[in-house]
T-cell receptor
Framework: GENVEQHPSTLSVQEGDSAVIKCTYS??????FPWYKQELGKRPQLVID?????GEKKDQRIAVTLNKTAKHFSLHITETQPEDSAVYFC???????????FGAGTRLFVKA | DAGVIQSPRHEVTEMGQEVTLRCKPI?????LFWYRQTMMRGLELLIY????????DSGMPEDRFSAKMPNASFSTLKIQPSEPRDSAVYFC????????????FGPGTRLLVL
């Protein structure tokens, strides 16, 4: 079955710097890759997602890149702000109705 | 829309007791998911429904767990009997068109089994 690995587990950056979180997946049939943000004590919420027919997607300070050949995708946050501090989860799923498999999460700290 | 609604928000019970968690998905969403989140195991899918029908329950830990969706606006997750290792945050999520679309999570139920 699908396996999603996420790195790093913890990331600390200075406000204004960039943050990059990386994930790899094992099932080449996976073609949908969402990223969720979970603040302490809150529910996960979608940050951005990408489908396998594109290599990059951007939404203001947040971008996601996908390399299907290498089976990895990354979340990029530029000009980080303290409110970006949260746990970020990557996930992968395919059109066959396979489960959405989540990575273990990355705890991002943005220091003011 | 009020979003996905879960109740109770917190539940403290003693080992051996029955626990029932409730979820109301977003109106019009045809997929409903139950997740369990712990520090050790992360976010795990327990079961999901499509149009009120259970599609995949392979994530349900054991026979003590059961889930139902009697109609499009209500689902329950039941644990009987509960054990301390069931302590976790249980999230319900719903989506339109399933895995390939955004899943909207409820606020979660924080369960503590003593």
């Amino acid at each position: 079955g699908e396996n999603v690995e996420q790195h790093p587990s913890t990331l600390s950056v200075q406000e204004g710097d960039s943050a990059v979180i990386k994930c790899t997946y094992s099932d080449s049939a996976s073609n949908y890759f969402p990223w969720y943000k979970q603040e302490l004590g809150k529910r996960p919420q979608l940050v951005i997602d990408i489908r396998s027919n594109v290599g990059e997607k951007k939404d203001q300070r947040i971008a996601v890149t996908l390399n299907k050949t290498a089976k990895h995708f990354s979340l990029h946050i530029t000009e980080t702000q303290p409110e970006d501090s949260a746990v970020y989860f990557c996930a992968a799923s395919d059109t066959g109705g396979f489960k959405t498999i989540f990575g273990a999460g990355t705890r991002l700290f943005v220091k003011a | 829309d009020a979003g996905v609604i879960q109740s109770p928000r917190h539940e403290v019970t003693e080992m051996g007791q029955e626990v029932t968690l409730r979820c109301k998905p977003i109106s019009g969403h045809d997929y409903l998911f139950w997740y369990r989140q712990t520090m050790m195991r992360g976010l795990e899918l327990l079961i999901y429904f499509n149009n009120n029908v259970p599609i995949d329950d392979s994530g349900m830990p054991e026979d003590r767990f059961s889930a139902k969706m009697p109609n499009a606006s209500f689902s329950t997750l039941k644990i009987q009997p509960s054990e301390p290792r069931d302590s976790a945050v249980y999230f319900c999520a719903s989506s339109f068109l399933g895995y390939q679309e955004t899943q909207y999570f409820g606020p979660g139920t924080r369960l503590l089994v003593l």
